[in-house]
Each structure stands twice: as structure tokens, then as C-alpha cells.
């Protein structure tokens, strides 16, 4: 009998990341479960996931929910290690680089679980920001490595990382949204949100952007030059919501703050949109494949390939608005589309599920 493989969730894109891994385990009939940390706690950000993605209902919700790094990291650990002892996994899948899955990696390896990191090896080389601690970390636990592009395989080589714990699947985000592709229904989306036809997106959330008041001031004063290039719609995450708002952002007629969309209405949005502004990790690899003119409004990426390989630029506050006004007034063509990055092919989820699965039958044998 196969111990059970848990996987261990706690934001928005680790439930689109795990739902093509979690449906090709189920096909091939493996026990699993699934704990959702709460970390993202506004149902808009998690529970509609499960629905819209086919995900089965978290076994148990920790309900962490927000506070500081040591506190949400502190949180989830207590919670998961009361879970790891009751269920006792054969393997904890991780995902992405959110405090969950850190957490989840440092519990499960003092109780000597294996684990598995899906998104492994993705590197901004910015120690500022706490995703990429959770990832160099999460990373230097790990029994198995999944990574969505091939440089991510040599930068865990250079950490040391014994390249036999490493495979180079493609990425699993990418599967849910080409599984999803039909049901994105952009007319649909921007009839509900009352925009016209030519429209920008912008989701902005990381503390380099919204904590402080007066870089917040600079970011809104810069929408609102875009916004009379074309309407900006912004679904207003729930991190950085009064220092926006405090700093004008609904002033505009133009600009349209929303609540949090569901995963299908927000990338329907972005698939018809003539630019997106971001800081979002996830945006910039969905705009990749949609062909959707990005702005990574931040100085560095750990996803290079979404600009080798997509429509993602990195720029400055000074480059949005020339750079945004050029993407709504010079739209692409299917001739500038660049090629798909390797593997993006909708068969990351099966690839994951087959190392698992061939992994496990030799530590039965063992």
C-alpha cells in the first residue's frame, strides 16, 4: 500500500499550478490529499479555485491567514506538522515560493518526509524580496526538483544540487490555462466589467510597489498618464489596497479598481487586453503564452524566458507610460508573436505525475 502524496497549497498560483499535477496523479490512482494552508484567506483568491479548476476540496484549511513573514511561516508550520504526523506522506508536493511553501519544506524535511518542489530552481537574484529566500531554501530540501525552464536546471546545479534530483518538465500553469483556453470569453468578461474595447490591465501587489506611500503616489500618477491612453482596469489585490486608494487611485474616471477576479475572469480579461502592467510572477508567463504585450514593473525576473521567449519586459516607473502608451498604439501581430518556451505544451502535469510515480515504485522496492 502506497503512503499518501500530500500536497500542501497556500496562494492563488499554487492552485493553478497543482491542478494539472493533482488530476494526472488521480488518473494514474495514487492516494493523495490536499492542505490548503490559508494563506490566501479571501475566497475570490482560493476557494473558487478549487471549483473553477476541478481541484478536489481541501481535506483541511490551517485558515493561517495573513501577518508578518515569521508569523504566517510560524503558523503554517505548526498546522502542517500536526498534519504530516497524522497522515504520515509517502511524498509533500510543494509549490511556487510563497511562505506556505517554505514552511511546508523545513516541517516535512525535520520529519524526514520526502518532499517535491514544483517551479524549482527559478532564481531573481534579489535577496530583497522573501520570495526568493523561500525559494533557495525550499530548493536545498527537496528530494525531487521540477523546473519550468532550462536554466532553472543550472542554477540549482550551481547550489550544489545533484542533478539526478532534478527534471525539467515545463510548466504546469501553463497546462491549466491551455486546458482552459475556451473558457476565457473576453467579450464576456469586459461586458460584466463595463470597459470598451481597447483596455490595459494592471495587478500590482509586492511590497517594493505598494507599501510605501510615496512610491505608491508615483505608481498611481503613472496609471493614470496610461489610463488616457487607454482604460485601466486594476482587480486591487488585497496587499497594498489603502496605500493605493490613499494615494488616488480611484480618481480617475478611467481607471477601474475591481475586487479580486476569478481565475477564468481574470485571464479572460488579460487575453483581451492591449497591455498588462504587473509584478506578478504568474501574469508574466500567462501573457507569454496569450501573447499579450507584459510590463513587469520591477527590476529583475526570475522568469528570464518569459523575455527570451514572450512578450514580458521588465521597466522602470519612468519607462511605463511611453512604454504602455506603445503597446495599446502599436498592437502585435501573429508575425511578432515570439516562439512558446520549451514544454509549454500543456503536458507538464503528466510529466510531474510520471517522475512521482516511478519515484515511489523504487522507494517501495527500497
Not at 223 to 245: F, M, W
Request: aromatic residues 4%; hydrophobic residues 45%; proline residues 7%.
Amino acid at each position: 500500500m502506497l503512503a499518501p502524496i500530500v500536497h500542501v497549497l497556500g496562494a492563488r498560483p499554487n492552485f493553478v499550478k497543482a491542478a494539472p499535477v493533482i488530476d494526472a496523479l488521480r488518473a494514474a490512482r495514487y492516494p493523495q490529499s490536499v492542505v490548503h494552508t490559508g494563506q490566501h484567506y479571501d475566497e475570490r483568491l482560493s476557494d473558487v479555485f478549487f471549483a473553477q479548476l476541478g481541484l478536489p476540496e481541501p481535506d483541511v484549511n490551517l485558515g493561517i491567514g495573513s501577518g508578518s513573514h515569521a508569523e504566517q511561516t510560524a503558523a503554517a508550520m505548526v498546522g502542517l506538522e500536526r498534519e504530516f504526523l497524522a497522515r504520515s506522506p509517502g511524498l509533500v508536493v510543494v509549490y511556487g515560493d510563497v511562505n506556505s511553501t517554505l514552511a511546508a519544506a523545513l516541517v516535512a524535511a525535520k520529519l524526514h518526509l520526502p518532499v517535491a518542489h514544483v517551479e524549482a530552481g527559478l532564481r531573481s537574484f534579489d535577496e530583497t524580496m522573501p520570495e526568493e529566500i523561500n525559494r533557495r531554501l525550499t530548493d536545498q530540501l527537496c528530494e525531487l526538483l521540477f523546473t519550468t525552464s532550462p536554466e532553472a536546471v543550472g542554477h540549482l546545479v550551481n547550489e550544489g544540487v545533484d542533478l539526478a534530483r532534478v527534471h525539467f518538465v515545463g510548466n504546469p500553469m501553463i497546462d491549466t490555462l491551455l486546458a482552459n483556453l475556451d473558457r476565457f470569453d473576453t467579450e464576456r468578461v469586459r461586458r460584466d466589467q463595463a470597459l470598451p474595447d481597447r483596455y490595459a490591465v494592471a495587478t500590482l501587489h509586492r511590497p517594493a510597489n505598494v507599501d510605501d506611500p510615496e512610491v505608491a503616489s508615483t505608481l498611481v500618477r503613472a496609471l493614470h498618464e496610461v489610463a488616457a491612453s487607454a482604460d485601466v482596469v486594476i482587480p486591487v489585490h488585497p496587499r497594498g489596497r489603502a496605500t493605493l486608494e490613499a494615494a488616488g487611485l480611484s480618481r480617475d474616471p478611467r481607471v477601474h479598481v475591481r475586487e479580486p477576479l476569478s481565475y477564468v475572469e481574470f485571464v479572460a480579461l488579460v487575453r483581451g487586453a492591449a497591455a498588462v502592467i504587473t509584478d506578478s510572477g504568474g501574469v508574466q508567463e500567462e501573457t507569454t503564452v496569450l501573447g499579450v504585450p507584459c510590463l513587469t514593473l520591477r527590476p529583475n525576473t526570475e522568469r528570464p524566458i518569459t523575455i527570451s521567449h514572450g512578450t514580458n519586459r521588465l521597466v522602470t516607473y519612468q519607462e511605463l507610460v511611453p512604454a504602455a502608451r506603445k503597446a495599446i498604439e502599436e498592437p502585435l501581430t501573429e508575425a511578432d508573436a515570439p516562439e512558446r518556451p520549451p514544454l509549454w505544451d500543456g503536458r507538464a502535469g503528466a510529466r510531474i505525475a510520471s517522475v512521482i510515480a516511478a519515484w515511489m515504485e523504487r522507494d517501495v522496492l527500497r
